[in-house]
C-alpha cells in the first residue's frame, strides 16, 4: 500500500532540494557579493571560501534536479 504514488513522490522530493539547494544558493551568493569590497584578511577568507562551498552546493542541487528530470 502507497501513500503517495511514484510520480508523486517524484515531485515532493524534487522541489524540497530544488527549493533547499536554491535558498541556500541564493542566500550564500549575496553573502559573497557583500563581501567583494572588503579588506583582505584571514577570517574574510575563510568567509568567501564557507560562503562559495554554500554557491556550489545550490548550483549541485538545481543541476541534479534538472538533470534527474532529463531537462539538461
Known amino acids: 500500500m502507497n501513500l503517495?504514488?511514484?510520480?508523486?513522490?517524484?515531485?515532493v522530493?524534487?522541489?524540497?532540494?530544488?527549493?533547499v539547494?536554491?535558498?541556500w544558493g541564493i542566500i550564500?551568493?549575496?553573502?559573497?557579493?557583500?563581501l567583494r569590497d572588503a579588506a583582505p584578511s584571514e577570517a574574510l577568507g575563510d568567509k568567501r571560501f564557507g560562503y562559495g562551498i554554500?554557491?556550489?552546493?545550490?548550483i549541485?542541487?538545481?543541476l541534479g534536479?534538472?538533470?534527474?528530470?532529463?531537462?539538461?
Do not use: K
Not at 503517495?4 to 515531485?11: A, G, H, I, K, Y
Not at 550564500?28 to 557583500?34: A, H, I, K, P, Q
Not at 554554500?54 to 545550490?58: L, M, N, Q, R, S
Open 28 to 34: 550564500d551568493g549575496r553573502r559573497l557579493w557583500r
Open 65 to 72: 534536479c534538472l538533470m534527474f528530470w532529463n531537462v539538461i
Open 54 to 58: 554554500g554557491v556550489g552546493i545550490g
Open 4 to 11: 503517495v504514488s511514484d510520480t508523486v513522490f517524484r515531485w
Open 21 to 23: 539547494g536554491g535558498t
Open 13 to 19: 522530493v524534487t522541489a524540497l532540494t530544488a527549493g
Open 60 to 62: 549541485v542541487a538545481i
